[in-house]
């Protein structure tokens, strides 16, 4: 049986479409790699130290998660907590995941108690 993941296989056009605002928690939608610039040689969603969003979908290091339920952190504009019903490996799991704006148009995304910067791309 074939397991659908929507973390690999998108069009590279829905991958790269905008969203609108993120005045409700909502981020740009984007590919990202992990670090402070982006690969020389290009790369592809899925691929390792990719992430990417399709909101409410955020999906890296193998792992999809439907984002719902934003909450503003406190004093910092443009990072928000959200509740995740995320899948790996064919097992289903919540989880927390903490999204925010980084300089450069990327994005600093915290799960599994690690800290990491994305770099949004265009591969």
């Given at each position: 049986?074939?397991?659908?993941?929507p973390?690999v296989?998108h069009?590279?056009?829905l991958?790269l479409?905008?969203?609108?605002?993120?005045?409700?928690?909502?981020p740009?939608?984007g590919?990202?790699?992990?670090?402070?610039?982006?690969?020389a040689?290009?790369?592809?969603?899925g691929e390792a130290?990719s992430?990417s969003?399709?909101?409410p979908?955020?999906?890296?290091?193998?792992?999809?998660?439907d984002?719902?339920?934003?909450i503003?952190?406190r004093d910092?504009?443009q990072?928000?907590?959200y509740?995740?019903a995320?899948?790996?490996d064919g097992?289903?799991?919540?989880?927390r995941?903490?999204?925010g704006?980084a300089?450069?148009d990327?994005?600093?995304?915290?799960?599994d108690n690690t800290?990491?910067?994305?770099?949004?791309c265009?591969?």
């Amino acid at each position: 049986m074939s397991i659908f993941n929507p973390c690999v296989g998108h069009s590279a056009a829905l991958i790269l479409s905008i969203a609108a605002t993120t005045a409700h928690g909502f981020p740009q939608d984007g590919l990202f790699f992990q670090g402070l610039t982006c690969p020389a040689e290009g790369f592809a969603a899925g691929e390792a130290r990719s992430a990417s969003l399709s909101f409410p979908t955020l999906c890296l290091s193998g792992t999809s998660c439907d984002l719902s339920n934003p909450i503003n952190v406190r004093d910092m504009d443009q990072i928000f907590l959200y509740d995740g019903a995320c899948s790996s490996d064919g097992d289903d799991f919540a989880a927390r995941r903490l999204i925010g704006e980084a300089s450069g148009d990327g994005r600093v995304v915290v799960y599994d108690n690690t800290a990491h910067t994305y770099s949004r791309c265009e591969p």
